[in-house]
């Protein structure tokens, strides 16, 4: 059974009981015209804050130009009236910055992109305007969620609108490097930029989970359209349709590479400390994904003071990775 949400659990949308075909639009324009936020409101996006020798012996990963590597994730705040993440300003913020901590102690910079980097793109109008036939009836059945769920589908705009690259969920962390091997990850982009889902449902052939993907730019609005055309196609047969099950059906027509290098979170938090023995586990990959479900079905009865609530997340994050750089080393 799959659990209707996108896959970029901090992807942070308005879910009201009003109309929501204009949420995403309006929650744009708010943006872009530069609406003030209180202190207690107002996130820091994309400040480059780089912590050198926060992991023993990791390097800096450079590209020709001198520049670090670049992890992009997508991030958007709600109001807290409006907000079904289970997550508060202070949790969504303190896991932003272990996200942010973490991949620049690997070697990597990161940039936090938003709405506005998804209306660059000079087909989106076209895009959003089609994205409409796709079926979001969502919880309950009353589409709720659409706000969400459509701007599932329009982060790969966004990402496209940058130039390609790597893209993360805020709640998937590196282990080591985040290259899944000893060393730094390469300049080049996984098979020569073609698209790469790193993650997927455990033993299938290729369902996507879309936490940490690479490609060029135009490979990311190939992709974009891909799932659009998906979404429409499910539209006489589904109720509610999501950029994740768009990219889990295409792994049919062979339309991206994948590798499972991503560790779901659920399978590190077993109630005990990470040991010597349990390092396999984490043997070539890349990462982990701490997502909600991570959180719901992980046991946490080892550790005092928390349980099993999103908004946790920030704590449990830092408690395993401290430990498994202590027991299991960088690869």
């Known amino acids: 059974p799959f659990v209707y949400m996108c896959s970029i659990v901090g992807l942070l949308l308005?879910?009201?009981?009003?109309?929501?075909?204009?949420?995403?639009?309006?929650?744009?324009?708010?943006?872009?015209?530069?609406?003030?936020?209180?202190?207690?409101?107002?996130?820091?996006?994309?400040?480059l804050v780089r912590i050198d020798g926060t992991l023993?012996?990791?390097?800096?990963?450079?590209?020709?130009?001198?520049?670090?590597?670049?992890?992009?994730?997508?991030?958007?705040?709600?109001?807290?009236?409006?907000?079904?993440?289970?997550?508060?300003?202070?949790?969504?913020?303190?896991?932003?910055?272990a996200w942010k901590k973490r991949w620049n102690a690997a070697g990597w910079d990161t940039k936090i992109i938003h709405l506005e980097h998804a209306m660059q793109h000079p087909r989106y109008d076209e895009f959003y305007a089609k994205l409409q036939d796709i079926p979001m009836k969502g919880i309950g059945g009353k589409g709720k969620n659409r706000p969400y769920n459509e701007l599932c589908f329009l982060r790969w705009l966004a990402?496209?609108?940058?130039?390609?690259?790597?893209?993360?969920d805020y709640d998937m962390f590196p282990l080591g490097y985040g290259s899944g091997t000893k060393g730094p990850q390469p300049v080049?982009?996984?098979?020569?930029?073609?698209?790469?889902?790193?993650?997927?449902?455990?033993?299938?052939?290729?369902?996507?989970?879309?936490?940490?993907?690479?490609?060029?730019?135009?490979?990311?609005?190939?992709?974009?359209?891909?799932?659009?055309k998906n979404g429409i196609e499910h539209?006489?047969?589904?109720?509610?349709?999501?950029?994740?099950?768009?990219?889990?059906?295409?792994?049919?027509?062979?339309?991206?590479?994948?590798?499972?290098?991503?560790?779901?979170?659920?399978?590190?938090?077993?109630?005990?400390?990470?040991?010597?023995?349990?390092?396999?586990?984490?043997?070539?990959?890349?990462g982990i994904h701490f997502s909600h479900d991570a959180m719901t079905l992980g046991d946490l009865s080892h550790l005092d003071n928390i349980d099993n609530k999103a908004n946790y997340r920030p704590e449990v994050v830092e408690h395993f990775l401290n430990n498994w750089e202590r027991v299991c080393g960088h690869v």
């Open 159 to 168: 990402m496209a609108s940058v130039g390609g690259g790597w893209m993360s």
């Open 235 to 286: 539209s006489r047969d589904e109720n509610h349709w999501t950029d994740m099950f768009a990219l889990m059906d295409l792994r049919f027509t062979n339309s991206f590479k994948y590798d499972d290098a991503v560790i779901n979170g659920e399978n590190i938090l077993m109630g005990r400390e990470f040991t010597q023995e349990d390092c396999a586990l984490t043997d070539g990959k890349r």
């Open 56 to 97: 023993k012996g990791m390097g800096d990963i450079y590209d020709s130009t001198g520049e670090r590597l670049v992890m992009y994730t997508f991030y958007h705040r709600i109001e807290a009236d409006h907000r079904f993440t289970d997550m508060d300003d202070s949790s969504d913020r303190a896991l932003l910055e």
């Open 14 to 47: 308005l879910m009201t009981n009003g109309s929501t075909t204009n949420e995403v639009k309006n929650t744009v324009r708010a943006t872009s015209t530069g609406t003030k936020q209180t202190p207690e409101e107002k996130f820091e996006m994309a400040p």
């Open 188 to 228: 080049e982009l996984p098979n020569e930029g073609d698209f790469t889902v790193h993650s997927i449902i455990t033993g299938s052939q290729g369902a996507g989970i879309p936490c940490l993907m690479s490609g060029r730019a135009e490979e990311w609005t190939r992709m974009a359209f891909s799932i659009l």
